[in-house]
């Protein structure tokens, strides 16, 4: 079994699952939910037993690899393998379609397409983190795009058709980016290639680098998301049900992080310490932004909403830190936001199937008639607000000291961007709490508990939390469960990225004001003398 095509198998299996549903004799949907469920835990076994059997913590490089001809004369083919940056999240991957294929349960309107389209989703979300070909990696992020839009336009709230508009636009937009980078990185130099390990070992121009680095910027901030490019997500997440927003929250949004790490910081590292000023400027701008608009919310998803735009602003420091602590903090945390995420708009979804309302001011004291859902939301929250002990308070304090021990930037600037993100760290439990206090807390408001059926959760609404709880807790408690799969690709990545240094500083101080280096300058002779120990 050792060359079995487990990666190939993995990706095409839930594809292939999906073309038998138009022909399964079920009118009601409850077969449908039953086979959609099968296929998703058979496949999410099949990566569990890929990664135990043959996948090496110790080994930074690809594995897992699997490569066949596709188009021989451009040197396409169809190339995929997993190391320590995309393992983590093809397991999470399949974790979380999994808990929301069993979410999508109350789902009775043309139940067939709807597990078609999850089922499509599946394998498309790991061909992302899997695909090791630059142009196929452009196909599958299009083509996971396309099952998203439909379950949106179709399954969504009032404004749906506009969120899914919206959403397609601004995603395709961005993916063109993609392809003009991937075929500009192809087609330099004396040899023609999409391998994804061909192009990065390619001696780029730094302008080139850098006009690389911005558009694939732009491509994966829409997707992560970035300001000013978020503002899809709230609409998104405002008309989408639940078992779609633990996918958006969940995985959709840890693809441009993945991409970021993958593609900008791995293949364009002299551009990426450019850069790195600017991405922990907008993760900060994230952090703190998105937190004050998550508190003046209402409405409750898209309170979540931008609760999970602040929380990815971490994503990008860490990214920007040159530490291996701060890189892998950015990891740890795409990894703990698809769990709490995935949690939260869970629980957004079995309020609403109560309560039919969204809007905090019609809430009020349904937590006396709701216990077990009382506990899930109070639970959910504080994994949300990074209480110490769970996964988000771990991945967060990684980042924090991994920027604060830095050496690639000057006092001044490490000071003034940790002290603007502990103010957005200090909001976060702000609005949450005050979130739990109006919706749980507090007298009943009447009309709400004599028109709608306050039932209390059922096992499997219990069943999913507990699943979504338990890496929660275990990675908050012992957080190398999940950091010791990726250390030594991180470890790496950073070795490269500090590398690149010292050879760009010059000509970036060159190119820049002299006021902005003299605030957030790279020092490359403290990173050139630690590299050269």
């Not at 066949?68 to 083919?77: E, H, K, M, V």
């Not at 995985?251 to 900008?264: E, Q, S």
């Not at 995935?342 to 629980?347: I, K, N, T």
């Not at 050496?407 to 600037?413: E, G, L, P, Q, V």
């Amino acid at each position: 079994m050792t060359h079995f095509p487990w990666l190939t198998t993995c990706i095409l299996f839930p594809i292939a699952a999906s073309l038998f549903l138009p022909i399964i004799p079920d009118k009601e949907g409850k077969t449908v939910r039953w086979y959609a469920l099968i296929i998703g835990l058979i496949d999410f076994a099949i990566i569990v037993y890929a990664f135990y059997q043959d996948y090496d913590f110790s080994n930074p490089n690809l594995q897992l690899v699997e490569s066949y001809a596709w188009i021989p004369q451009l040197d396409l083919n169809w190339s995929v393998g997993a190391d320590g940056l995309s393992m983590p999240l093809i397991l999470l991957t399949g974790f979380i379609t999994t808990l929301a294929m069993m979410a999508a349960w109350p789902v009775t309107y043309k139940p067939k397409l709807f597990y078609f389209l999850m089922l499509a989703m599946y394998g498309g979300q790991i061909a992302v983190f899997a695909v090791q070909d630059m142009l196929l990696f452009f196909l599958v992020w299009e083509l996971e795009l396309v099952p998203v839009y439909l379950i949106l336009s179709i399954w969504g709230g009032k404004k749906r058709l506009y969120a899914a508009t919206k959403f397609i636009l601004y995603t395709a937009g961005g993916s063109l980016f993609i392809l003009v980078g991937a075929l500009t990185m192809a087609f330099y130099g004396d040899t023609v290639t999409f391998n994804m390990s061909a192009i990065a070992a390619k001696d780029y121009a730094f302008n080139l680098q850098l006009f690389l680095y911005a558009g694939f910027l732009i491509a994966y901030g829409v997707k992560l998301p970035i300001f000013p490019l978020h503002t899809w997500l709230p609409d998104a997440h405002g008309e989408a049900t639940a078992p779609a927003h633990m996918l958006l929250a969940g995985i959709l949004l840890k693809m441009g992080g993945y991409a970021l790490l993958r593609m900008n910081a791995g293949m364009l590292p002299d551009a990426h310490a450019f850069f790195a000023p600017v991405l922990v400027i907008l993760g900060v701008v994230n952090i703190v932004y998105a937190a004050l608009t998550s508190f003046a919310q209402r409405n409750l998803k898209r309170k979540i909403a931008y609760s999970s735009i602040s929380h990815m602003g971490f994503v990008l420091i860490g990214i920007a830190s040159f530490t291996d602590l701060g890189t892998s903090g950015a990891m740890l945390q795409m990894i703990s936001h698809g769990l709490i995420g995935a949690s939260l708009f869970f629980m957004v979804g079995a309020t609403y199937d109560r309560s039919h309302t969204l809007m905090l001011d019609e809430m009020g004291g349904v937590g006396q008639k709701m216990k077990k859902i009382f506990a899930m939301w109070t639970t959910c929250s504080f994994a949300s607000l990074a209480l110490p002990g769970m996964s988000g308070f771990v991945a967060e304090l990684m980042v924090f000291v991994g920027f604060a021990t830095s050496d690639a930037y000057n006092s001044t600037f490490k000071v003034c961007i940790i002290f603007l993100a502990a103010v957005g760290v200090i909001l976060t439990p702000i609005y949450l709490l005050s979130m739990l206090r109006e919706m749980l807390y507090g007298p009943e408001n009447k009309e709400l508990v004599n028109h709608a059926n306050l039932v209390d959760a059922e096992p499997r609404e219990v069943f999913i939390i507990a699943c979504l709880l338990i890496p929660i807790i275990g990675i908050g408690l012992y957080p190398k469960l999940v950091t010791q799969i990726y250390d030594s690709s991180i470890t790496q990545l950073t070795a490269r990225l500090r590398a690149s240094v010292p050879s760009l500083t010059q000509e970036a101080k060159a190119k820049a004001p002299a006021s902005f280096y003299s605030m957030v300058s790279l020092t490359a002779p403290e990173i050139e003398a630690l590299s050269s120990k």
